[in-house]
């Protein structure tokens, strides 16, 4: 496509830019360092002192390990993933309890009958897993579907009751617990000591952030992303947002159960106490305390907790001259100051202060190769049919026997006054909503009942009438959502980066449509800054980068300047060219005359007209529809 058709040539240069953090090179005050260097400096510190530290740091030091990893799992689902759970710890206890009871009990020993005694700790991780994983998937499946308030009442309520169902079995201690844990062994070395035992933990909690910074940055991420109040838009771009919320609880209870049997083996007795209620909310406090959003804000949130947990229990008895639990008190107040000062955790506000002296750490991918090609539909060929589609709310008709078609190749434009039901039908052949009564058929395929990523799969893509793009992330990384049926890698992939050959080839068919929609300058942008009808056309590129067969477009040129309105015409123009079939909906009129091939007019839910433009402009019941449009048709005329 050339230059001359993107949308951004309408805009004057020194407007592109206007509302936009700067793009330019690093300032020179910068050092060579990245955040990279920053974390393996860190670490290589930690591991060289380690051997000189004092008996209570390393235990401190163990716990914040151990913490660290729940706060991770409560991170990616509740900070990325918007699901609160208060549970976490019962999963903390079914990893402890499963290792204790497989180490301990004579039962396991002749379940385990054939392995040697220091392998039972190992088969004791691995029943806590598959129970975690059993227990965390029926448990998401039934409680994922609530939303709002019921959602973490939920949580509160069978964290609960594994909590007592621990105290109650028999075989598990009941509330005296399991005692005689043996430690674990490495290749016939003891990990016995907690300083040995220090470093396991450490470098799992390692792994774990290295795991899922990789799977964040990738095509699964940026689903994952999308599930925290854009749903209805991860769905169209063909996201199973439901398997991936299940996918993500799953994930950080395995975390938490993975704790659970490192604690076992670092205590060596394991009782209900430490998976109650109580201890699920300060984990919950941890992750949000140090950075819901961010993965080292766990880190941050599980040391500063532990740490000031710690020194309050030491001190406020002598302040206030009695024992109790007052520190509870505090935490109170210092969640109220942080969700007050800090509503996004801590760990912005450092990255912040240590972001001026780092450069950004460089991004290194493999060479792009094309993503698969959709076969697009013969010109004419009906792509989007509409036949007798009503909705009904309640006693409200909102469309009433509605037909329509779309064919390949053409233009078609849906307008009407409002409130004539637009938005609804739009809804309806997008698979947002299912009709009352009536079919749509997508390609050729009869859609009743299907959600909407089904409709995405078939090639449909659409816009919003109210935009919605994840505002914290890049032009980028929203556009290369609209790519997510064009390719394939799956968690694991993505967690051991063996993902990197097809996210190059979706960030650069990503680029490729930024481009060509005219926002190349904004490509490494956050959305949220730019202007409003600049994020209608990252909308566009988004829908674009699927290779979509079927567009439907809701008001694109809402927010749009004349110039710019006219760029977007000649896009427009240059898709139906190529084959696609387009629905736009759209109030203005001197837009959609000059564009359509054909006009379909909805009031009040019922088709009053249909045809070419000029035939539209001369019906007499159009122009009464609109109450005084008949104006702006005459202008667009």
């Excluded at 151990?66 to 999963?91: D, E, K, N, P, R």
């Excluded at 009906?382 to 329509?404: C, D, I, Q």
């Excluded at 434009?413 to 039901?421: C, D, E, F, H, T």
Aim: hydrophobic fraction near 50%; aromatic fraction near 8%; proline fraction near 5%.
């Amino acid at each position: 496509m050339s230059t001359s058709h993107t949308v951004s040539d309408a805009v004057p240069a020194a407007k592109k830019v206007e509302g936009a953090p700067a793009v330019a090179a690093a300032p020179a005050a910068r050092s060579g360092l990245t955040a990279r260097h920053l974390v393996l400096a860190a670490v290589a510190l930690l591991l060289a002192a380690w051997g000189f530290l004092p008996e209570f740091s390393v235990t401190l030091l163990n716990y914040i390990g151990l913490y660290a990893l729940v706060a991770l799992g409560l991170v990616m689902l509740t900070g990325v993933g918007g699901m609160t759970s208060f549970g976490q710890a019962a999963f903390v206890g079914v990893g402890a309890y499963a290792t204790a009871w497989a180490s301990t009990s004579p039962d396991a020993a002749a379940l385990f009958g054939a392995l040697p005694p220091a392998l039972l700790p190992w088969a004791g991780l691995v029943l806590g897993l598959v129970l975690t994983f059993a227990v965390a998937w029926f448990l998401g499946s039934i409680t994922l579907k609530l939303s709002g308030h019921y959602l973490p009442l939920c949580t509160i309520a069978w964290g609960l009751s594994l909590y007592f169902l621990f105290g109650n079995l028999e075989f598990l201690g009941g509330h005296t617990g399991l005692a005689g844990v043996p430690p674990l062994v490495v290749a016939g070395f003891s990990l016995a000591s907690p300083r040995v035992l220090g470093l396991l933990i450490w470098a799992v909690v390692l792994l774990g952030l290295w795991a899922l910074h990789n799977l964040l940055d990738s095509r699964e991420g940026r689903a994952i992303r999308s599930l925290k109040g854009g749903r209805v838009m991860a769905e169209s771009m063909g996201v199973d947002t439901g398997r991936q919320r299940i996918k993500l609880f799953v994930l950080a209870a395995l975390l938490a159960a993975v704790s659970g049997w490192l604690y076992a083996h670092l205590q060596r007795f394991v009782n209900p106490t430490p998976f109650s209620l109580h201890i699920g909310v300060e984990y919950l406090f941890m992750a949000v305390v140090g950075g819901a959003g961010h993965l080292w804000g766990a880190v941050l949130g599980a040391a500063l907790i532990t740490l000031l947990k710690e020194q309050l229990q030491d001190w406020l008895p002598r302040l206030l001259g009695s024992s109790g639990n007052f520190e509870v008190i505090v935490f109170g107040l210092l969640m109220l100051f942080v969700l007050q000062r800090f509503a996004d955790g801590l760990w912005p506000q450092f990255a912040g202060w240590t972001r001026r002296w780092l450069r950004p750490t460089p991004v290194k991918l493999p060479a792009a190769a094309p993503l698969p090609q959709r076969a697009l539909p013969q010109r004419g060929q009906v792509v989007l049919e509409a036949s007798e589609v009503t909705k009904r709310f309640g006693g409200l008709v909102a469309n009433n026997a509605v037909n329509l078609h779309v064919k390949a190749g053409e233009i078609l434009a849906l307008i009407g006054p409002n409130g004539a039901g637009k938005s609804t039908f739009f809804n309806m052949i997008s698979g947002v909503d299912d009709p009352t009564s009536g079919e749509v058929r997508l390609m050729g395929q009869a859609m009743k009942g299907k959600p909407s990523r089904a409709f995405a799969a078939l090639g449909l893509s659409r816009s919003f009438q109210h935009v919605r793009l994840l505002g914290q992330r890049t032009v980028l990384e929203n556009v290369a959502v609209g790519a997510h049926l064009r390719a394939s890698r799956g968690w694991i992939a993505s967690m051991l980066r063996l993902d990197r050959a097809e996210e190059a080839a979706v960030l650069a068919e990503a680029r490729r449509q930024i481009e060509r929609c005219g926002l190349g300058a904004h490509a490494d942008t956050p959305a949220a800054s730019l202007a409003l009808g600049q994020q209608r056309i990252v909308e566009i590129a988004r829908a674009l980068a699927s290779q979509p067969a079927v567009l439907l477009l809701d008001e694109p040129a809402a927010g749009l300047r004349h110039l710019e309105k006219q760029a977007l015409a000649k896009l427009l123009d240059q898709l139906r060219a190529e084959g696609l079939g387009i629905l736009v909906v759209e109030h203005d009129m001197e837009f959609v005359m000059n564009l359509a091939d054909r006009i379909t007019v909805l009031e009040f839910g019922t088709v009053i007209a249909e045809g070419t433009p000029a035939e539209v402009q001369g019906n007499q019941r159009v122009l009464d529809a609109y109450l005084g449009g008949s104006d702006d048709l005459g202008v667009a005329a």
